[in-house]
């Protein structure tokens, strides 16, 4: 798994999708989508020959620098590697995970397209770094793809550890009722790169975003605890993360192996991974060492 923590700390992601632009250059629109906010870039485009996507995908990179925004690939391993993206995005049909992986090294962002939360899981187990839920609602941008509707965003939330964003069928009419069902992250193509003003659209998701998640940390002052078994013994804890309980146990000086309801939990993922109530949490430190 890539180590790439701070660049999957994004909130709005954003897909080109160069149909819904007749006449502006894939540059262009970006450069607004960033100019609005968007913090992560994919380049997608299923029709243009390898040449125009390489050519745009050297262009991207140079704007995505300019404004230290994390640009990805979609399906293209050998671009995103020539033009040194940062990572790259593929569906369920693509290269596997683990052959993108060999190909990428461990440094590079891998993001998996998910319809359900088997795949969810099994994109996480698989050593993804965040993964797509959707679509979410039914677009024309994937047409013919079932959607997922909001409840599988309600189980994503529930379950998955890493990075996950909502996507398809996102609309600043609708972002609010996914964000109600967990979503952190969302993911627009239409809604962004086909408006008259793709900065003016993405400030409003961003705004929308913030807003929620000020909401969810304002609710957290109060906050008695959660009820956790550590070790296999009970007790409350204020630690909202796996790291903050390492951190509370006195634990981050030393080498230790976590286990969270019986999975394993990697170092990376530590700081982002929640504590649940009634979670329980084995931490096995290491004597010694050889
Ligand atoms: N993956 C799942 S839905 C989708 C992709 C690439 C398309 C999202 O596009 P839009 O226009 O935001 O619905
Ligand atoms: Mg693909």
């Known amino acids: 798994m890539a180590d790439s923590?701070?660049?999957?700390?994004?909130?709005?992601y954003c897909i080109t999708g160069a149909n819904y632009h007749p006449g502006r250059s894939v540059v262009d629109v970006v450069e607004q989508a960033l100019i609005g906010g968007a913090d992560i870039i994919q380049l997608r485009d299923k029709t243009s020959?390898?040449?125009?996507?390489r050519e745009?995908?050297?262009?991207?990179?140079?704007?995505?620098?300019?404004?230290?925004?994390?640009?990805?690939?979609?399906d293209h391993i050998d671009i995103a590697l020539e033009v040194d993206a940062d990572?790259?995005?593929?569906?369920?049909?693509?290269?596997?995970?683990?052959?993108?992986?060999?190909?990428?090294?461990?440094?590079?962002i891998i993001g998996i397209s998910t319809h359900s939360i088997e795949q969810g899981l099994a994109a996480q187990a698989g050593g993804a770094d965040y993964i797509g839920v959707g679509p979410v609602y039914p677009?024309?941008?994937?047409?013919?793809?079932?959607?997922v509707t909001t409840s599988y965003v309600q189980e994503a939330a529930a379950q998955i550890r890493i990075?996950?964003?909502?996507?398809?069928?996102?609309?600043?009419?609708?972002?609010?009722?996914?964000?109600?069902?967990?979503?952190?992250?969302?993911?627009?193509?239409?809604?962004?790169?086909?408006?008259?003003?793709?900065?003016?659209?993405?400030?409003?998701?961003?705004?929308?975003l913030k807003a929620a998640a000020n909401d969810s940390e304002a609710q957290q002052p109060d906050f008695a605890g959660t009820g956790v078994i550590v070790n296999g013994v009970a007790q409350r804890t204020?630690?909202?993360?796996?790291?903050?309980?390492?951190?509370?146990?006195?634990?981050?000086?030393?080498?230790?192996?976590?286990?969270?309801?019986?999975?394993?939990v990697v170092r990376e993922e530590w700081s982002r991974t929640s504590i649940r109530e009634g979670a329980a949490v084995e931490l096995v430190h290491f004597v010694g060492g050889g």
């Open 49 to 53: 020959s390898k040449q125009d996507i």
């Open 163 to 208: 990075p996950f964003v909502a996507i398809g069928g996102i609309t600043l009419g609708n972002v609010d009722t996914v964000i109600a069902a967990g979503a952190k992250r969302i993911c627009a193509v239409s809604e962004i790169v086909g408006a008259d003003d793709p900065a003016a659209v993405c400030r409003a998701f961003k705004a929308k």
């Open 238 to 264: 204020t630690a909202r993360t796996v790291w903050e309980l390492i951190c509370q146990h006195s634990l981050e000086e030393r080498r230790i192996v976590v286990e969270l309801d019986g999975e394993i």
């Open 5 to 12: 923590t701070s660049k999957l700390d994004f909130q709005l």
């Open 56 to 74: 745009n995908a050297h262009k991207l990179r140079q704007l995505t620098k300019r404004y230290g925004v994390p640009l990805i690939i979609n």
């Open 87 to 108: 990572g790259v995005h593929l569906g369920q049909d693509d290269l596997s995970l683990a052959e993108a992986r060999q190909l990428l090294g461990p440094d590079r």
């Open 139 to 147: 677009t024309g941008t994937k047409p013919g793809r079932a959607a």
